[in-house]
């Protein structure tokens, strides 16, 4: 049984009024994702507390695989958390009963906290995402705290100053100040937020100006990317010139949504054409001889056979050479002369360490791919998540470590710019590592919730 399990059963035993009580909030599978991180921290520390959680948007699986009990009701809606995307989402969701839902949430959440209270015990809310559980964490009447997932000051500015912005609207997000708004800073500034903590060091330096608890600890979606191989397993010996040597290496995120995902992969496979024609030219930029590896990220929730029949019909053989030394024995392995393609669905800490640059339509992928150092080339797709408005604001906060272009038919040019030019590449590293900060910062946060809550 895992400690997660153990600590969960633990609230239901006659000691457990001796722990401190945490309900965690969050409003989207990323939000689970990054709020387990920081939970299994918790239980490394010497006071954990019992851990309960109430997803506000989808089914919660995240906390659900490490039975961490929930307390309210658990829906899927059809946008799948992005409503802010597209009114015509919101009402999908609307008509598929979300006001119900979430006043059916906030009754739970409330008598929740009323029940830590008459049994005596100490409790506390982490709310992780963006307003809604913020707001959820306001009204529901215990200390609180909240890791701000959905907010950067990179959206409007960099270091250097405000970034032009064309329309109104996009100058509407920094009218206060902030890219937080008023209200916003209304809730972390209350008594009860005992601390807030941002994505990145330039929105925690924004929030300082206020009377707000913000503490520089990190992006947690940085935690928990270590590879389990050797780097140097990737260097080989050219045995016709004694030299070290290793294949370029191209990851391929195409998001994790079906069946957006799927339409993803045919717009990047258009790049991947293009770039097969560009390896063949005689003044090609690849080095070692046109030693290529495209390694394809899938999401586990994919269906890789539908992946790899876009393979199969632009000519890919199968093949039982494996280029790298890939910790999963369920790889598909692809070639076409001497350039080679991996589809994994059990090795996504490799494809983000592993790759020289990455073509990319997702999300959390790209963000935790630039952080590592790596610049990324972003094709917007038709949505529901990676469409042109989400590609270009990721564009804004991710800077010059991701390229956006309008066509997959650009990307070679591109990545021919890119290792043409070192220097670039030393430039985009430290951008890439600055905006997404050091590994650790779930440990940080727990260790100071342990702090203030415990």
Same mark, same amino acid.
């Given at each position: 049984m895992s400690?997660?399990?153990?600590?969960?059963?633990?609230?239901?035993?006659?000691?457990?009024?001796?722990?401190?009580?945490?309900?965690?909030?969050?409003?989207? *599978?990323?939000?689970?994702?990054?709020?387990?991180?920081?939970?299994?921290?918790?239980?490394?520390?010497?006071?954990?507390?019992?851990?309960?959680?109430?997803?506000?948007?989808?089914?919660?699986?995240?906390?659900?695989?490490?039975?961490?009990?929930?307390i309210g009701a658990v829906r899927a809606m059809p946008s799948g958390g992005f409503v802010y995307m597209d009114g015509r989402q919101l009402a999908r969701d609307v008509r598929g009963g979300l006001l119900q839902l979430t006043w059916s949430q906030i009754q739970a959440m409330r008598r929740w906290v009323r029940s830590q209270k008459k049994l005596g015990n100490k409790n506390a809310i982490l709310a992780v995402g963006d307003i809604v559980p913020l707001l959820f964490a306001c009204i529901s009447g215990a200390n609180y705290a909240f890791v701000g997932t959905a907010k950067s000051e990179y959206y409007v500015r960099d270091e250097v100053g405000i970034l032009p912005r064309k329309s109104r609207a996009a100058r509407w997000e920094n009218f206060s100040g902030s890219?937080?708004?008023?209200?916003?800073?209304?809730?972390?500034?209350?008594?009860?937020?005992?601390?807030?903590?941002?994505?990145?060091?330039?929105?925690?330096?924004?929030?300082?100006?206020?009377?707000?608890?913000?503490?520089?600890?990190?992006?947690?979606?940085?935690?928990?990317?270590?590879?389990?191989?050797?780097?140097?397993?990737?260097?080989?010996?050219?045995?016709?010139?004694?030299?070290?040597?290793?294949?370029?290496?191209?990851?391929?995120?195409?998001?994790s949504r079906a069946p957006e995902?799927?339409?993803?992969?045919?717009?990047?496979?258009?790049?991947?054409?293009?770039?097969?024609?560009?390896?063949?030219?005689?003044?090609?930029?690849?080095?070692?001889?046109?030693?290529?590896?495209?390694l394809g990220a899938i999401a586990p929730n994919l269906d890789i056979k539908i992946i790899a029949q876009t393979l199969q019909s632009?000519?890919?053989q199968t093949s039982t050479e494996l280029p790298l030394p890939l910790p999963d024995d369920q790889a598909l392995i692809f070639q076409q002369r001497n350039v080679y393609f991996l589809l994994t669905q059990q090795a996504y800490n490799e494809?983000? *360490?592993?790759?020289?640059?990455?073509?990319?339509?997702?999300?959390?992928a790209t963000e935790q791919f630039i952080g590592l150092g790596k610049p990324a080339i972003a094709i917007p797709g038709e949505g529901p998540q990676y469409n042109p408005g989400f590609?270009?604001?990721?564009?804004?906060?991710?800077?010059?470590?991701?390229?956006l272009v309008s066509?997959?038919?650009?990307?070679?040019?591109?990545?021919?710019?890119?290792?043409? *030019?070192?220097?670039?590449? *030393?430039?985009?590293?430290?951008?890439g590592r600055q905006r997404m900060g050091q590994p650790g910062a779930a440990q940080r946060i727990a260790a100071c919730l342990v702090d203030k809550f415990g």
């Open positions: 400690d997660v399990s153990r600590l969960s059963l633990s609230s239901n035993s006659p000691t457990a009024t001796s722990r401190w009580q945490l309900l965690v909030l969050s409003n989207g *599978h990323g939000e689970d994702v990054i709020a387990v991180r920081i939970l299994q921290a918790l239980l490394q520390q010497s006071y954990p507390p019992d851990i309960f959680a109430l997803p506000l948007v989808g089914e919660g699986r995240a906390y659900q695989q490490l039975d961490i009990p929930l890219i937080y708004h008023p209200w916003e800073r209304w809730l972390m500034s209350r008594r009860r937020c005992r601390a807030v903590f941002p994505r990145d060091g330039l929105t925690t330096q924004i929030l300082n100006q206020w009377p707000i608890a913000a503490f520089n600890f990190g992006n947690p979606m940085m935690d928990g990317l270590e590879p389990r191989f050797n780097t140097q397993q990737l260097y080989s010996i050219n045995s016709q010139q004694q030299e070290i040597t290793r294949p370029l290496i191209i990851t391929l995120l195409p998001g995902a799927y339409k993803n992969w045919e717009i990047i496979m258009v790049a991947v054409s293009a770039l097969m024609g560009s390896f063949r030219e005689q003044d090609s930029f690849v080095p070692n001889s046109g030693n290529v590896v495209f632009q000519g890919w494809c983000l *360490h592993w790759g020289d640059v990455a073509i990319a339509m997702a999300g959390t590609a270009e604001a990721q564009s804004r906060l991710l800077g010059l470590s991701l390229i066509e997959p038919a650009q990307v070679p040019d591109q990545v021919r710019l890119l290792f043409t *030019h070192p220097d670039r590449l *030393h430039i985009i590293a430290e951008n």
